[in-house]
């Protein structure tokens, strides 16, 4: 919201859901600011939640599985969106949806993408890879290995379109 100057309206695509509400950048821009927008989660637990507590559409699918052109198209998302979340466990997944994703078509002003690098594994991999991906398509990384306070335990990276934010805010969110 910062990087976007408090933007009524939006749009956004939130790619590992999980709870509705609970940790939710998404509800918050739903709730609060009326943006519009598609969360994706696998867990058909969450369903009947995102139901009651959502009002945007909600896709209980593999994510990997997903034809975004045709997901974004006949919910008619525009090329430009506000706002993506990638979020899915283990991240080497959310990774994989990097890959499948037609970046050449749809644009983000804003993206957070979860490598959770602290758990191991491959993650530091996810992570690499993830950075080289967004670079690629021309987004510039604002802030990298962002952990909860006090904690010194990365997780997430967070990325601009400077094509779609002023630099003036990115500066002064940095």
Not at 116 to 133: A, P, T
């Amino acid at each position: 919201m910062s990087i976007l100057n408090g933007k009524r309206g939006g749009y956004f695509l939130e790619i590992g859901a999980q709870d509705p509400i609970i940790i939710s950048n998404a509800y918050l821009l739903e709730s609060k600011f009326g943006w519009k927008g598609i969360s994706i989660d696998l867990d058909s637990s969450v369903v009947l939640k995102h139901k009651e507590y959502r009002t945007n559409v909600f896709i209980n699918d593999n994510a990997l599985k997903i034809n975004y052109e045709d997901l974004l198209k006949s919910n008619q998302m525009p090329e430009r969106i506000d706002y993506l979340q990638v979020d899915i466990d283990p991240a080497e997944q959310s990774l994989a949806v990097l890959k499948i994703f037609p970046f050449e078509k749809y644009k983000f002003s804003v993206i957070t993408f979860e490598h959770d690098v602290y758990r191991g594994g491959n993650n530091l991999q996810v992570k690499e890879e993830s950075r080289y991906i967004f670079q690629s398509y021309g987004y510039t990384m604002v802030a990298g290995n962002i952990c909860n306070r006090g904690a010194h335990d990365p997780y997430e990276d967070w990325w601009v379109d400077l094509e779609a934010v002023d630099l003036k805010l990115v500066e002064k969110f940095r």
